[in-house]
């Protein structure tokens, strides 16, 4: 069966320093791959998608990167973090024989 | 591109009221589905519509995709405490999802 694996659960960081979470599928080959971000109380935004190694779009200009460096491994990255940046950043997967998008339980991220 | 408008945003009922939250799309999609995401979880997918006019029922659930494949509701009957969270729905053509619709139930 596929899962996904999403770290760390939480994180506090402070202005300025760097960002980098991970996660990665397994049970599954050729995935397609999303970062969503979730302010409190509000809905999924999404910031980028891949469908393969080294294949990202970015949907929303901002402070933050990701990459693909393996089939089944998506890290979100920033190098200088902003207070805007804090929220609930969940990834997620997709494939051609499932239904829907199957999301990790998701990192919340306060910037102070 | 695709919008996805979804209403009420926020929903308070007592408990053996029925729910029902509204998913409508600026254009036709090929798929809609839905997820019920729990206080402090992560969204976890229900179910995919796909054919015009399709419904779909899960226990006290049903789920209906419009004739013109551009809106679907939700609809859940007698609510109980279990299922309070936020209800989206999304698109899959271009990976958007509505804003959600907060279900509080009361005792």
């Known amino acids: 069966s596929q899962t996904i694996h999403q770290w760390p659960a939480t994180l506090v960081q402070p202005v300025g320093s760097p960002l980098s979470l991970e996660c990665t599928v397994e049970g599954t080959s050729n995935p397609n791959l999303y970062w969503y971000r979730q302010a409190a109380g509000r809905g999924l935004q999404l910031l980028f998608y891949s469908v393969g190694i080294g294949q990202i779009s970015s949907e929303v200009p901002q402070n933050l990167s990701a990459s693909r460096p393996q089939d089944r491994q998506f890290i979100l990255s920033s190098k200088k973090l902003l207070l805007s940046d804090s929220g609930f950043y969940l990834c997620a997967w997709s494939g051609s024989f499932n239904y829907g998008y199957t999301f990790g339980s998701g990192t919340r991220l306060t910037v102070v | 591109g695709q919008q996805v408008m979804q209403i009420p945003q926020y929903q308070h009922v007592q408990e053996g009221e029925d729910f029902t939250t509204y998913c409508n799309s600026s254009t036709t999609l090929s798929n809609i589905q839905w997820y019920k995401q729990r206080p402090g979880g992560h969204p976890v997918f229900l179910i995919q519509l796909v054919k015009s006019g399709e419904v779909k029922k899960q226990k006290r659930l049903t789920f209906q995709f419009g004739e013109a494949k551009k809106n679907s509701s939700l609809h859940i009957t007698a609510t109980q405490t279990t299922d309070v969270g936020t209800y989206f729905c999304?698109?899959?053509?271009?990976?958007?999802f509505g804003a959600g619709t907060r279900l509080t139930v009361k005792p």
């Open positions: 999304a698109g899959q053509d271009d990976m958007r």
